[in-house]
C-alpha cells in the first residue's frame, strides 16, 4: 500500500473510531498536505455539514502564534524599545508586589512557569455565573489586580495558567500602540498565508455556521452558547485549510536559522537548569523516542489539537466541535502515519496487584487532597490536578506512569510529577467522625479573601454542605461540598465560565487555639492554590 493511500485510510476511519458531530483532520507531510479528511455537521439542526473552510475556535493552540508574534518583535528590537515598553506595560498591568519578583520575567510567563494563579479558575471565586459574559478589556484587568500572591515561586514548577498570555497580550498592544490582531496579521497570518484565520476574542460570535455540542452518542448532543472573550490566550480562529497552512510554515520555519519558531521549539529549563516540557505556548512531549512538539484547546463544545514531529517532518491537526478527546485523535493519526508503535495493549494476564493505601491524603504545601483508588486490574486513579491520572500498580508500594511516580513509605505519599517539575509529600487523611455528629458543623458563616477580593459563603449542615462565591464578577450558584477528612472538604465546580471546568476545589477549614471554632479556610484547586479566608461571622 502506497504511503498517500495508508494516508486517506487513517484519515477517513477517523470518525467511526472517534463518534461525534463532525470534525475535520489533516496531515502536513515533508513541507506538504498529504491529506485531510472532514465529516459530519457544523450545525446538526440545520444539517450544514463541516467544509476544510469552516472556522473553528482553535483556543489554547493561539498561544504559540501569540509567542510568535512577541519573539519576532524581540528579535528584532535593535534599540531594545519594544523590551522597554514591554517591560512597562506589565508593570502596569500586575500587581506590584508581583511584578517587583526578578524571577517573574517574560520567559517564566511563556513557559509556565510564573507561578501565578490562573484567573479562568479565579473567576469561581470572583462570583462567575457558568454561561455568563466576561470582557477583555472591562473584566481581564480588574482579574489581573486580584490574582493574589503567587502559589509557588516563579522558575521552581510549570503549572498551566492562562494569566501568563492574558497578560502578555495585553501587554504587547499597549507596547506597540497596535491590536494583537493587527500583529497576528501581518508577523504570522499572511506570511504563512492563513488566508482566513483572525484574532475573535468573542466566543458568543463563531462565524457561521459552526455550532459547538456537549454530550455523548448515549445521552445525545446539545449545542452549547460560549459567551466569554480571550484574547492573548486562546482567542485566534481558523479552519483546516488555515491550520494547513501553518503547518507548512511551521515545516519551513523549524529549520531555519534564527526564525522564532526555531527559537521558541528549544528545549526549556527551570531556574534550577533541569529540562522543562514546555514553552513558548509549545508542550513536548517523547512519543516512543520521537520527539513531538503541539499543543490543544478546549472551550464548551471544541476540542482542537496540533502536533508537529520535526524529525519525521510530519504534522496532525484536529478540529472538532464537541468534547471527544481531540489529543487522543491526532495521537492515532500520528501513530499511523509516523510509523510509531501502536499503545500498549493489555497483556492476557493482568496484574492483579492491589495495594492498601488507597483513599484520601493531603499536600500540605499546596493544600490539595488527593484521592486515590483502584481502578482497572494492576492501576490506580489519582486525582489531585483536576483530572484522574491513571498510574500503573509497579509493586505493593510504589506505581507510575510517563507523567508521575508515586511511591508509599512512612504511612505517606512520596509524588513526583515528571511534566510539572513538582516533588512533595502527603499525608492520609484520616476518616473522621460524621461532620452531623461532631463540631464540624461550625464551618457554616462567611469567609472574607482580600488578597483575592473574594468572600466564600458556607451553608448547609453535617454531610450536607454547600459553597457559594462573591466578588467582582457576581453572585455564583452554590456548589455541593463533599466530606473527605477532619476539616477537608471538596467543592465540586464541574461547569464554570470556560471549558474544561477547576474541578475538585479543596476546602481546608482552620480552628481556632479552643479546637472549636473555625478561624479561617484556605482554597485552591491544581490552577489556582493557596487562597486563605478569614471567617467573618
Known amino acids: 500500500m502506497s504511503t498517500s493511500e495508508s494516508i486517506r485510510r487513517t484519515l477517513e476511519s477517523v470518525p467511526s473510531k472517534f463518534r461525534g458531530p463532525g470534525g475535520a483532520v489533516a496531515v502536513v507531510k515533508d513541507g506538504e498536505l498529504a491529506g485531510q479528511h472532514v465529516w459530519g455537521y457544523a450545525n446538526l439542526d440545520a444539517r450544514i455539514s463541516i467544509t476544510p473552510t469552516t472556522i473553528f475556535p482553535i483556543c489554547s493552540i493561539s498561544k504559540q502564534m501569540v509567542c510568535l508574534v512577541l519573539t519576532d518583535l524581540l528579535q528584532n528590537d535593535k534599540d531594545k524599545a519594544f523590551e522597554d515598553a514591554l517591560h512597562k506595560a506589565l508593570h502596569e498591568l500586575l500587581p506590584q508586589d508581583l511584578i517587583a519578583n526578578k524571577d517573574l520575567t517574560v520567559e517564566r510567563m511563556v513557559a509556565m512557569q510564573s507561578g501565578l494563579r490562573d484567573y479562568w479558575a479565579l473567576t469561581v471565586l470572583w ?35 492562562n494569566s501568563n498570555f492574558l ?20 508577523h504570522l497570518f499572511g506570511p504563512a498565508k492563513m488566508k482566513t484565520a483572525a484574532l475573535r ?34 482567542g485566534i480562529q481558523a479552519s483546516l485549510e488555515d491550520m494547513v497552512a501553518y503547518e507548512k510554515y511551521i515545516d519551513r520555519s523549524s529549520s531555519r536559522a534564527h526564525s522564532a519558531y526555531q527559537k521558541n521549539s528549544q528545549e526549556p529549563h527551570y531556574l534550577d537548569g533541569s529540562v522543562a516540557n514546555y514553552g513558548f505556548g509549545l508542550a513536548r512531549i517523547e512519543a516512543d523516542g520521537v520527539t513531538v512538539v503541539g499543543h490543544g484547546g478546549a472551550l464548551a463544545g ?3 489539537h496540533r502536533w508537529y514531529a520535526a524529525d519525521k517532518r510530519v504534522s496532525v ?27 500498549e495493549q493489555p497483556k492476557d494476564s493482568p496484574n492483579e496487584t492491589k495495594v492498601e493505601w488507597t483513599g484520601y491524603y493531603l499536600d500540605e504545601e499546596a493544600n490539595l487532597a488527593i484521592s486515590v483508588l483502584h481502578g482497572e486490574p494492576g492501576e490506580l486513579l489519582i486525582y489531585y490536578a483536576g483530572d484522574e491520572d491513571k498510574v500503573k500498580i509497579t509493586d505493593s508500594t510504589k506505581a507510575s506512569s510517563k507523567g508521575m511516580t508515586v511511591s508509599f513509605e512512612d504511612g505517606k505519599l512520596s509524588i513526583n510529577r515528571l511534566q510539572e517539575g513538582r516533588k512533595f509529600t502527603a499525608s492520609p ?50 456548589h455541593l461540598m463533599k466530606h473527605i477528612g477532619k476539616d477537608v472538604w471538596w467543592l465540586a465546580c464541574q461547569r464554570s465560565l470556560d471549558a474544561p471546568a477547576p474541578g475538585n476545589w479543596t476546602v481546608v477549614f482552620h480552628r481556632g487555639e479552643d479546637g472549636k471554632t473555625m478561624e479561617g479556610a484556605t482554597i485552591g484547586c491544581w490552577l489556582a492554590r493557596n487562597v486563605k479566608y478569614v471567617k467573618k461571622d
Open 201 to 234: 476574542p468573542d466566543t458568543e460570535r463563531l462565524p457561521a455556521p459552526l455550532v459547538g455540542y456537549e454530550g455523548s452518542d448515549e445521552n445525545g448532543y446539545v449545542a452549547y452558547q460560549n459567551r466569554i472573550e480571550w484574547a492573548g490566550d486562546a
Open 127 to 161: 462570583g462567575a455565573t457558568p454561561g455568563g459574559r466576561f470582557s477583555i478589556y472591562q473584566d481581564a484587568p480588574k482579574a489581573l489586580k486580584r490574582l493574589g500572591g503567587f502559589h509557588f515561586a516563579p522558575g521552581t514548577e510549570m503549572s498551566y495558567c
Open 429 to 478: 487523611l484520616a476518616p473522621s467522625e460524621s461532620p452531623s455528629d461532631s463540631n464540624d458543623a461550625v464551618c457554616t458563616g462567611s469567609y472574607r479573601s482580600e488578597d483575592i477580593d473574594s468572600t466564600f459563603h458556607c451553608t448547609g449542615s453535617g454531610d450536607m454542605l454547600y459553597g457559594a462565591f462573591d466578588g467582582y464578577l457576581g453572585q455564583g450558584p452554590a
Open 167 to 186: 497578560v502578555l497580550g495585553l501587554a504587547i498592544e499597549k507596547a506597540t500602540g497596535q491590536t494583537l490582531g493587527d500583529l497576528l496579521q501581518s
Open 317 to 343: 491537526v484536529a478540529l472538532l466541535n464537541s468534547d471527544m478527546d481531540s489529543a487522543e485523535v491526532a495521537s492515532y493519526v500520528l501513530r499511523n502515519v509516523a510509523g510509531l508503535p501502536a499503545k
Open 302 to 304: 471544541f476540542r482542537l
